[in-house]
């Protein structure tokens, strides 16, 4: 079945050469999604296009799509051609690699929410809630587990998308879920089961100082104290399906019965 495409996709390309677009193609390919922000009320996807070509080669952060009320605007390639690198997570920042395996700027698409009170906040996620989802179909990309906040990449200086999102009055877990459903509807690929209990068994390493739930594998359950610190070693004895965070709904059972998230681990 035909992807639904509800929307255009707009492309108003930066001059390649130049700072913000390097002409550089995505080296492994796109394999996950970067949901962003403007963090500037009352930007529009136009006027942010028309910032970034007029300071190209003043500094180099990009992004390589624009969303707004009125329009899906591409400045540097995704799906309108063949996908570029942009510039829209800090290499020093390491959470992506040991997500995705692959760096953000290398393999990731990066879409930007325009936001504010003089633009239509239902119009404008739906259509990044369409386009999410899209690049989803085109890329075979899961939508339950390919989708990552700049916020969860970058927590000590970033807040994207959430501050967008909760401006047009939704929630981040919320965002990921519509999104889910959008491909569903819209009639994207045939989504594989999630993971649920096996019985398998080994070490894995924290990457964050990280909770461990009591009961069940839930953000809402007790946890123990204190968290559990960087760099510790931590046996599980199977790999549950629970609360999704960030896309992601694996957690690791422990030896004592107790879960922690597997996003916090490598």
């Known amino acids: 079945m035909r992807f639904q495409e509800k929307y255009l996709i707009e492309a108003q390309y930066?001059?390649?050469?130049?700072?913000?677009?390097?002409?550089?193609?995505?080296?492994?390919?796109?394999?996950?999604?970067?949901?962003?922000?403007?963090?500037?009320?009352?930007?529009?996807?136009?006027?942010?296009?028309?910032?970034?070509?007029?300071?190209r080669n003043d500094v180099s952060a990009s992004a390589h799509i624009f969303v707004d009320d009125s329009v899906i605007l591409e400045c540097i390639p995704a799906l309108t051609d063949i996908p570029e690198k942009a510039w829209h997570v800090l290499y020093s920042v390491p959470t992506d690699d040991k997500l995705y395996g692959f760096n953000a700027n290398d393999a990731a698409i990066?879409?930007?929410?325009?936001?504010?009170?003089?633009?239509?906040?239902?119009?404008?996620?739906?259509?990044?809630?369409?386009?999410?989802?899209?690049?989803?179909?085109?890329?075979?990309l899961d939508p339950r587990t390919s989708i990552v906040g700049?916020?969860?990449?970058?927590?000590?200086?970033?807040?994207?998308?959430?501050?967008?999102?909760?401006?047009?009055?939704?929630?981040y877990e919320q965002f990921l879920r519509d999104v889910t459903e959008e491909f569903i509807a819209c009639g994207g690929g045939k989504l594989p089961p999630l993971l649920t209990t096996t019985g398998i068994g080994g070490t894995v390493?924290?990457?964050?100082?990280?909770?461990?739930?009591?009961?069940?594998?839930?953000?809402?359950?007790?946890?123990?104290?204190?968290?559990?610190?960087?760099?510790?070693?931590?046996?599980?004895?199977?790999v549950v399906e629970g609360e999704t965070i960030n896309g992601n709904p694996n957690w690791y059972k422990d030896p004592q019965g107790n879960y922690f998230w597997s996003g916090g681990v490598v």
């Open 110 to 140: 990066g879409v930007e929410y325009c936001y504010g009170s003089a633009i239509d906040a239902d119009e404008a996620y739906e259509r990044y809630v369409w386009v999410m989802a899209y690049i989803c179909d085109r890329f075979s």
């Open 205 to 238: 390493r924290t990457t964050v100082r990280l909770n461990i739930r009591e009961g069940r594998p839930s953000t809402k359950a007790r946890a123990r104290v204190p968290p559990v610190e960087p760099g510790v070693e931590l046996p599980f004895v199977a």
């Open 14 to 55: 930066l001059t390649p050469g130049s700072k913000r677009r390097s002409g550089r193609l995505t080296a492994p390919g796109v394999k996950f999604i970067v949901a962003h922000d403007t963090g500037n009320p009352n930007s529009t996807a136009i006027g942010n296009v028309r910032y970034y070509q007029n300071s």
């Open 150 to 171: 700049h916020f969860f990449l970058d927590p000590q200086r970033r807040s994207d998308p959430v501050t967008g999102l909760a401006h047009s009055r939704r929630a």
